[in-house]
């Protein structure tokens, strides 16, 4: 068959918008067409399709640093971005997809600055033994897509500072993250920058296909992919679509010790149970009941709290401690 | 109408994954195209979406289960409803681009060939305390897992459903026309070996053994090297384990090399049931395939050069078979050794055999030599090891312990062409390996089992009637058919006996062959009563269970002293 090739870039970083692209270049290119998309995101971390973000990441340091954070359609682990990363694409259709194909691609690519790097045979590209790119892949309605990020010169400290484990206590049925040891590139080639890698990833697209390609440049003004934004901007895709879960919060106030037992499913609470030595059983129960078909949503479960403790040192307890321990 | 949803995919090769995100559960209606659940292989992730339309009966896996290729997780109540767009197959993708990764290993013990010999070597290595590296170039279990004893053994038990479904009307059951598929009994062949090469591949994890996938090079008389496209390795050992077993022998006249002339393991890969099949070698082999291709329509000749098929056993033994097997149309030429195999025009293949001294030829569609095994000698740099050849040359010398020349490397398996079976292969894997970790054991070959899966099958242990003559051993037989057995009767399988051997002097038990149904599996009853050295007495005064076909063992012990019961 012929093919057609494109490269796309992005001129935006913002995360909702870049996968937005992706999905879109997914479900709407044409199927002779081989593709290259680049892209970047600022301060985000990006989970798998099958993962939990509370279990993934610490959500309330994310809140307070103002990182973003976003489900993908891939899954695997979840990974760190920033402007120090430069996040690939490949998208085809079934026939014309070859992951060797794209790792030449960008080992080749690579390789222009003098630095060997190999696949590893999972999911990860090496260079010095150390990972400095890991890749996942989805295969949709005869559409393949193999993306990865690229470490230049990322902020390794934010990377392992966010992407530590939950400190809440909470058994999620999903897929977990490994951790890697990393490296930047910049650290292997320091005259490396994000736009060189850029043209070198293009250049060996091109000699690889042995085309010209022209470059589309894409940004929020010139394409309209609301309908895709809105999914990825929203609590339901990137908190509810999380699987199964359940998770424990306990407290001890002054009026007493509070275990609270919830379990979790397309985020909604399906099943809780609390535990307390507090004299004020009867509050409780009503509480217990009244979380089920609940959003696991801070909002959401401060107006059941609000609606049914009547104790008011309990409620202001109670409220206190939900609002310092979830985030959305 | 109801179906059942099957995990038919994953991205790319795998072959089992993870369920992740369950979008819709029991009772929740479904579209065609919708998604059910998505699940996440090592290659990638797919959505699991909905052929049908309809209702979601029942959904039995939850979120984070591992399934695996063919598992049934859930029924549909509705209609299938085919998307028209067909989906290509995918091309399959291998990493050869990338460049290995250097590796080096030092471990205790290094085993090179993962079938039945080196794979059990490398767990009886492991469950010693050692830390244990395994090399196969191709599938771990070997040739008897992949290329053998297993394949043959799956597509006897499609065999025996047909040769059932053909015979019901003797038992009473009417049914229509029987048809079969070879691309299906094939398929349901590959999965029976790729479940077990999962098992050995979990077993390898659980061993904590490490598994490298490549040929392995010998360096220098303590290293080994693996190169393949993701790793390129160096391995440093304390000792080594050759086990790399060995491939089909080539009979040496004229046009016996040609392509198109099949191995067994073509035998196990044919597309098409052939209309006519000559097979040179009428040994285990031979004889089993012959039965195979019989049952699924194939003309079937067999030339074998001894005066007898199955060669090694005695004579009423090959009888049964013989018989069987002319009943069933299957051609059968012995005392004749094949001469020249030629092709005619149209590709018809044209045997030439000599039987008594009067040349003839006999003419089939497709042509197979299956007579014999030769030991993989030239897969490792032997010189480099200092490992030496046994005196016919036709394998590495081993002692009793299994140790080779150079008193760190041992070898296990065909590659010592010492008795070629799997059995013995991991009984040697397990001395060789006991004596790695310190345990003194030796190698005995007095007592060994063998198992023919001819139709009916063949199961021998000991000495039979050829070996005691030849070793001047004054001997007492038992026999008793299976023909006179109540079990035998009931299930219609009255063919062959049981033949048991004793020592007329000391009356202990030396050796039992069995033809008929059930043989193989009764056979190691046998195998006890040699091995805990009982006489033809105590042997006897053991209860047997009624009705059983190994009833058919005890009489043949009372007929040895002419007291069966059931037989006059």
């Keep these: 068959m012929h093919k057609k090739f494109k490269v796309y870039l992005s001129e935006s970083f913002d995360p909702k918008f870049n996968l937005s692209i992706e999905e879109w270049l997914m479900d ?95 999911n990860d590209l090496l260079a010095n033994e150390r990972k400095f790119s890991g890749n996942a892949f989805i295969s949709d309605k005869g559409k393949s897509c193999h993306h990865g990020t690229l470490l230049m010169d990322v902020d390794l400290d934010k990377l392992s500072r966010y992407l530590t484990v939950s400190p809440l206590k909470l058994q999620s049925k999903g897929i977990e993250s490994v ?58 895709w990137n908190y509810s679509e999380s699987p199964d879960f359940s998770i424990v919060l306990e407290n001890k106030f002054d009026w007493g010790i509070f275990e609270i037992n919830l379990e979790l499913s397309d985020g909604k609470i399906t099943n809780c149970k609390i535990f307390t030595d507090s004299i004020e059983l009867e509050d409780f129960k009503i509480l217990e009941k009244s979380l089920i078909n609940v959003q696991f949503k801070r909002s959401e479960i401060l107006s059941i709290i609000e609606k049914y403790i009547k104790n008011g040192k309990i409620k202001q307890g109670l409220s206190n401690f939900i609002s310092d321990k979830i985030h959305m | ?86 989906v290509k197959a995918k091309p399959a993708y291998s990493f050869g681009l990338a460049k290995p990764v250097q590796k080096s290993y030092e471990v205790d013990v290094a085993v090179v060939g993962g079938g039945p010999g080196g794979y059990v070597a490398a767990i009886r290595a492991a469950q010693g305390g050692k830390k244990v590296l395994i090399i196969e170039e191709n599938r771990l279990g070997g040739t008897c897992l992949n290329y053998g004893c297993i394949p043959t053994k799956a597509l006897v038990s499609s065999i025996d459903a047909l040769e059932k479904i053909r015979r019901s009307e003797s038992f009473g059951i009417e049914v229509g026309d029987v048809k079969f598929s070879l691309e299906k009994i094939m398929n349901r062949k590959n999965e029976v070996v790729n479940t077990l090469v999962s098992g050995i591949e979990h077993l390898m994890n659980a061993h904590e053994i490490e598994y490298l996938n490549g040929k392995a090079e010998v360096k ?125 025009l149209d590709g018809t293949k044209i045997v030439e055999i000599n039987e008594n001294n009067e040349s003839k030829y006999i003419i089939s569609e497709k042509v197979a030599v299956a007579v014999g095994r030769k030991a993989n000698l030239e897969s490792l740099d032997l010189t480099k090891l200092g490992v030496e050849l046994n005196e016919r040359r036709n394998g590495i010398m081993v002692n009793a312990s299994m140790r080779t020349s150079n008193p760190n490397v041992y070898a296990i398996g065909d590659i010592t062409n010492k008795i070629q079976l799997a059995h013995i292969a991991s009984h040697q894997g397990i001395v060789a390996a006991d004596n790695i970790n310190g345990i003194e054991n030796e190698m005995c070959y007095d007592l060994i089992p063998s198992a023919i899966f001819t139709m009916p099958e063949v199961a021998h242990v000991g000495l039979n009637e050829k070996d005691a003559g030849a070793q001047n051993i004054d001997y007492l037989i038992g026999k008793f058919p299976l023909m006179a057995n109540g079990k035998a009767q009931a299930m219609g399988e009255t063919e062959g006996f049981v ?70």
């Design chain 2, 1 to 86: 109408m109801k179906y059942d949803l099957i995990i038919e995919k994953f991205s790319g090769h795998d072959t089992s994954g993870k369920i992740g995100k369950i979008n819709k559960k029991a009772g929740d209606s479904l579209n065609s195209g919708d998604t059910i659940f998505s699940i996440e292989s090592g290659k990638g992730t797919i959505k699991y979406t909905s052929q049908y339309k309809g209702v979601l009966e029942q959904l039995s896996i939850t979120e984070g289960d591992i399934v695996k290729k063919g598992q049934v997780v859930g029924t549909v109540e509705g209609e299938l409803f085919k998307e028209t767009e067909v």
């Design chain 2, 220 to 344: 220098d008389s303590e290293t080994l090297t693996v190169k393949n496209k993701s790793i390129d390795a160096t391995i440093k050992f304390q000792k080594l384990i050759i086990a790399t077993g060995s491939k089909t022998a080539i009979l040496p006249i004229e046009g016996a090399s040609s392509e198109d002339i099949l191995t067994s393991q073509d035998l196990l890969k044919l597309t098409e049931v052939p209309s006519s099949l000559t097979i040179i070698g009428g040994g285990v082999i031979g004889m089993e395939f012959a039965f195979i291709y019989n049952s699924l329509g194939t003309k079937v000749n067999v030339v074998e050069f001894f005066p007898q098929i199955l060669n090694n056993m005695d004579a009423d033994v090959a009888e049964v078979i013989r018989t069987s097997a002319i009943e069933k149309g299957i051609n059968i030429f012995e005392s004749a050794k094949a001469s020249t195999i030629k092709s005619a």
């Design chain 1, 179 to 236: 951790l890697s040891r990393v490296v930047n590139l910049k650290e292997i080639c320091p005259q490396m920058t994000i736009e060189s890698l850029k043209t070198a990833l293009i250049t060996s697209f091109n000699e690889f296909y042995n085309t010209e390609t022209k470059i589309i440049i894409l940004n929020e003004n010139g394409i309209d992919v609301a309908k895709y934004v809105e999914k990825y901007n929203s609590w339901e």
């Design chain 2, 499 to 568: 033949k048991l051997i004793a020592n007329r002097e000391t009356r202990k038990i030396i050796g039992g062959t069995i033809v008929g149904v059930h043989a193989t599996d009764m056979l190691s009853t046998i195998s006890n009563i040699i091995a805990s050295d009982l006489t033809i007495d105590k042997a006897a005064h053991v209860i047997y269970a009624h009705p059983t076909t190994a009833e058919s063992i005890h009489e043949a012990l009372l007929n040895i002293d002419g007291r069966g019961i059931h037989f006059a």
């Design chain 1, 28 to 122: 709407c290119s044409e199927p002779d067409e081989v593709i290259l998309f680049l892209w970047q995101n600022e301060n985000t971390i990006v989970i798998g399709r099958n993962q939990n973000p509370y279990k993934e990441c610490d959500v309330k340091k994310l809140k307070e640093d103002d990182v973003c954070l976003i489900r993908r359609l891939s899954g695997g682990g979840a990974v760190y971005h920033d402007l120090g990363n430069l996040n690939f694409t490949f998208i085809s259709s079934d026939n014309n997809y070859d992951v060797e194909n794209n790792l030449k691609v960008i080992i080749d690519a690579i390789d222009k600055f003098g630095i060997k790097s190999c696949f590893n045979g999972r």
